[in-house]
């Protein structure tokens, strides 16, 4: 494990200095030595393309149309990509209990392919440096919900990534033209089940905060010990994972293991260059740490639109989670719609979301009290609308400035005197990207 990790440290580091340096040699296909893109597309004419590249965290999918934005060189018979992104965020929100704060919320993305055989080999690690941006192990966000800090549950925040988002190798076989077998290993990384997590769907590519649904929809974004086995023909692609179903622990800088006591399956298909759908299914052990008796079966269910013209691109998603506790047979349900326009200088964005709370917001960041059963007992909304400018360029980091406002409803009674009928929360950010 140790060694693996090291050897994608290294990769990182090799891909910064590659990517520095001018050089020109040509490579056995031809390539130049050095190449450097901005907003490089995927150049996918097929499904079976647009999974050897690996662009995305886990084996998540996305329109075939999507576009990337990374750094690219060749090294000999390897090729290096570095992409990621960081948001500086001042945030305030309304009511009792509104908060402000100072934060970063970010990840950076180095990866390594080559052929191997007759498939690729691809190595990639995700680090995040939020454990660091985000003190206090949380950051505001009015009647979010999940996981702990200080040995209580969250409420009202957002927890910081874990500094290990994912460490990955992957092989692809080619078994003819239109079908591929795919091999998924990563001591940290994420299984199939739920969509592309909201930190890296281009949907969401302005938004710097979680959703509201994400414990419903794609926190397993981040899980131990996952193993993946994928097939692809045509259009379509089927895939089934094992992992180990806690959620990362408070301690964000370390890699947490486990036995696999959890599965998912995910049916995904791409009926064309703009469209990718999904459906997922898995089965959680254990994964909250103050519920340790508690089982879950999460649905997901999503469908991605991206449309590239001219000047910019739309990217689109509609999404649908589902928790079910398989010992209380509690149900919760979340469902999202988000939207990003990107233009050559400026962006809109949107995001809506009607999401199932539990009688934890009645705790108030409190202690679990005894004999407390956590149970859904209302529905909340949120309406999100965002404006960024882009305001110039470093060398391969594109800058811009945003600012979002976010209305809060469905309050329930019991609620309005700590939040409010309707509390606002707005977001101010300098965003820098990798291109």
Do not use: C
Not at 183 to 200: D, E, I, T
Not at 258 to 276: H, I, M
Not at 315 to 326: D, K, P, T
Not at 352 to 378: H, V
């Amino acid at each position: 494990m140790r060694t693996f990790v090291f050897f994608i440290a290294a990769v990182f580091i090799t891909a910064k200095i590659s990517v520095a340096q001018n050089g020109t040699d040509s490579t056995q296909s031809g390539r130049p030595e050095h190449v450097s893109h901005t907003s490089m597309s995927t150049g996918s004419s097929s499904l079976v393309d647009l999974i050897e590249q690996h662009a995305t965290a886990g084996t998540d999918l996305e329109p075939i149309s999507t576009a990337q934005n990374m750094l690219m060189t060749m090294r000999g018979s390897w090729m290096f990509m570095l992409h990621g992104v960081a948001f500086l965020n001042s945030t305030q929100q309304t009511g009792p209990r509104g908060a402000d704060k100072l934060f970063s919320t970010n990840w950076i993305m180095p990866m390594a392919q080559r052929e191997l055989g007759r498939g690729t080999l691809t190595l990639r690690t995700m680090l995040s440096f939020e454990p660091a941006t985000v003190s206090g192990r949380r950051y505001p966000l009015l009647l979010q919900q999940g996981e702990t800090a200080f040995g209580k549950p969250i409420v009202d925040g957002q927890h910081p990534h874990d500094f290990f988002m994912e460490v990955a190798a992957m092989y692809d076989a080619k078994l003819n033209e239109s079908t591929l077998l795919s091999l998924y290993f990563a001591p940290m990384g994420s299984p199939a089940v739920g969509p592309m997590a909201y930190p890296h769907r281009a949907s969401a590519s302005e938004n710097p905060v979680a959703t509201l649904g994400h414990h419903l929809q794609d926190s397993t974004h981040i899980a131990d010990d996952v193993i993946t086995v994928g097939l692809t023909h045509g259009r379509v692609r089927v895939e089934a994972s094992g992992f180990h179903g806690r959620e990362s622990d408070e301690f964000r800088w370390n890699l947490d293991s486990g036995k696999t006591d959890s599965w998912a399956t995910r049916f995904t298909v791409n009926p064309g260059q703009n469209w990718s759908a999904q459906y997922s299914i898995g089965q959680l052990h254990s994964p909250e740490a103050l519920s340790p008796n508690e089982d879950l079966r999460r649905m997901t269910a999503s469908i991605m639109y991206n449309r590239p013209f001219h000047t910019g691109n739309l990217a689109s998603m509609l999404l649908w989670g589902r928790n079910q506790s398989l010992r209380e047979q509690d149900v919760g349900n979340s469902y999202l719609g988000e939207s990003t326009l990107r233009l050559r200088r400026n962006s809109l964005w949107t995001r809506i979301e009607s999401t199932d709370r539990t009688n934890e917001l009645l705790l108030d960041n409190g202690s679990i009290p005894p004999g407390f059963e956590e149970r859904y007992f209302t529905r909340v909304q949120a309406y999100t609308a965002g404006y960024g400018h882009e305001i110039g360029r470093m060398p391969h980091v594109a800058t811009a400035l945003g600012v979002q406002l976010t209305l809060y409803g469905g309050i329930p009674n019991v609620l309005k005197s700590a939040y409010g009928s309707h509390p606002l929360g707005v977001n101010v950010f300098l965003r820098l990207r990798i291109e």
